[in-house]
């Protein structure tokens, strides 16, 4: 106990501070003080956020348990804990699954020991201490009292944490919507360390902000953080894919329109601007507005006006943009293709997302945090990688970042499942994902296929089509084709190309690409 109230008064300490790094190394020694003198195998300690536990310090159990948010009503022992006063013990056969099977570093033994202390500020649940064992009976001589003593002060702790900023930002405590899964808010790497203090710093403000990034690194996730994590957090978030939007209707979108403003304008409509008032609009895909809209985009952002097609009326907004592209706008400024006062005026506090190959640091937080996610859609008790699936994912250079990393894991989920269907209660096993599951080749394969090839091509000579409209027509198909799947969208696609969307339209329902 006297260990225990040292390290307890080192994370006071350190509570003031802005060292998150050191903070998390306190509570790591908090937690171990605690149960220095116990037979537990695995424990951990979590901080409740927004119906879910997340870890903030875990021995026994692998890194990646702290990318993984717990909710209570799909763990039924850590609802259990939660809403008992004092001690909750489990019995040894007792039916309810327990959230760490199959995740202890032993061969995948049951866990046959395992009680929890729920951490309150009076009836609020703020966090949770648990201790399991794969013996049965060794936790039965630890001393409830003082487990509950100390709880209390984990409790202070804590509480103390959620008042401060540098405290809330190591137990990613945010704003967050009813209902919706959480997201990974706490990194080992510095590079989104550094990101979300910078998130934090100017979600409070009124300032215009450009999120950038490669394709799939999370920038919509940043941009909404920094809606949750401002003033206008209780106000609309609206977030317009300015690439979706067909040209001739994204000034009606964003701004509104009048009934009979123009054709096939039968109502009136507010448009995402009026529909943000109080609250913060997110514009994604920015590079792709067209340059003659951009204009009255800027008088909107330096005015705090807008005015619907069709009306005389001017109508002030109180909008706060958040802008995000996958574009390097500053080269699209010099080439001419955006203008320079509107990218100043939306880049006031830049914000660039690091690709994930230059975060190896967070890849185990993330695995965890989708193996939670597909865990509980897939209704298995836990799922896991092994060692030469782990390898794997550690060297793969993820050219589709996050987003690719989450969809490797979720078809690899599914084929563990599938392969594992034989009339067994999947929702009490542990499945193990393995290298085969995951579709990967090889680095080595990887770094050959993406290689440029330096010998000289052959020259190519021409072959005269028997019939030049059919070749004209096929040319033409694969082009639209092309253009289709990589925008997702007939507008996205018509811009790729340059032409107008009419007529693309029509020309792709003339070579039967389109009924």
């Known amino acids: 106990m006297v260990t225990f109230l040292r390290t307890l008064r080192d994370v006071l300490m350190r509570l003031d501070g802005n060292d998150e790094e050191g903070l998390e190394v306190a509570w790591q ?34 890194d990646g348990i702290r990318g993984r948010t717990f909710i209570l009503a799909d763990h039924p022992r850590l609802a259990a804990i939660a809403s008992t006063d004092g001690v909750c013990r489990f019995a040894t056969d007792s039916p309810l699954p327990d959230p760490y099977d199959g995740l202890l570093d032993e061969a995948l033994s049951p866990i046959h020991d395992c009680l929890g202390v729920a951490l309150r500020d009076g009836q609020r649940l703020i966090g949770m201490v648990t201790l399991d064992a794969l013996t049965p009976g060794c936790l039965a001589d630890l001393d409830d009292q003082a487990l509950i003593a100390a709880a209390n002060l984990l409790a202070t702790c804590l509480r103390l944490a959620e008042r401060l900023q540098a405290a809330r930002s190591q137990l990613a405590i945010r704003h967050q919507l009813p209902g919706e899964r959480p997201l990974v808010t706490r990194w080992n790497s510095g590079s989104m360390r550094q990101l979300m203090s910078s998130v934090e710093l100017v979600a409070t403000t009124d300032m215009s902000v450009l999120v950038c990034g490669e394709t799939g690194v999370g920038k919509e996730q940043v941009a909404t953080a920094l809606h949750r994590l401002s003033s206008r957090a209780e106000g609309p978030l609206v977030v317009v894919n300015c690439a979706a939007l067909p040209a001739s209707l994204i000034e009606s979108a964003l701004f509104g329109h009048r009934r009979g ?6 109502r009136d409509h507010r448009g995402h601007f009026a529909m943000a008032d109080g609250g913060t609009l997110v514009l994604d895909e ?60 939306l880049s006031a506090f830049p914000l660039r997302v690091p690709p994930l190959r230059e975060r190896p640091e967070d890849l185990s937080l993330l695995i965890g945090h989708f193996l939670e996610q597909n865990r509980i859609r897939l209704g298995v008790g836990n799922l896991r990688v092994n060692a030469a699936a782990a390898k794997a994912l550690s060297e793969w250079p993820w050219p589709g970042n996050v987003r690719e990393l989450e969809h490797v894991l979720a078809r690899a989920s599914l084929m563990a499942v599938a392969a594992a269907r034989d009339g ?21 394969e990887y770094q050959t296929a993406a290689e440029p090839e330096t010998a000289e091509e052959p020259r190519l000579s021409m072959t005269i089509p028997a019939n030049l409209r059919e070749a004209t027509d096929s040319f033409q198909r694969q082009c639209i084709e092309a253009a289709f799947e990589a925008a997702g969208n007939w507008a996205g696609a018509a811009r790729q190309l340059g032409m107008d969307a009419g007529n693309l339209h029509r020309l792709a329902r003339r070579l039967g690409l389109k009924q």
């Open 29 to 62: 020694g908090l937690l171990e003080a605690l149960v220095a003198d116990t037979a537990a195998d695995a424990s951990a300690l979590l901080v409740h956020q927004a119906g879910g536990l997340t870890p903030v310090a875990a021995i026994g159990l692998p």
């Open 261 to 266: 403003a123009f054709s096939g304008a039968t």
């Open 286 to 345: 920015i590079g792709e507005l067209p340059l003659e809209l951009q204009p009255k985009l800027l008088r909107s952002l330096q005015e705090g006006e807008i005015q619907a097609l069709g009306s005389d009326e001017v109508r002030r907004v109180d909008v706060r943009v958040v802008a995000v592209t996958n574009r390097d706008l500053a080269a699209q400024v010099s080439a001419g293709r955006f203008r320079e006062d509107l990218f100043h005026r």
């Open 424 to 444: 067994a209660d999947l929702s009490r096993r542990t499945l193990m994902l393995g290298r085969e599951h995951l579709g990967l080749s090889t680095a080595a």
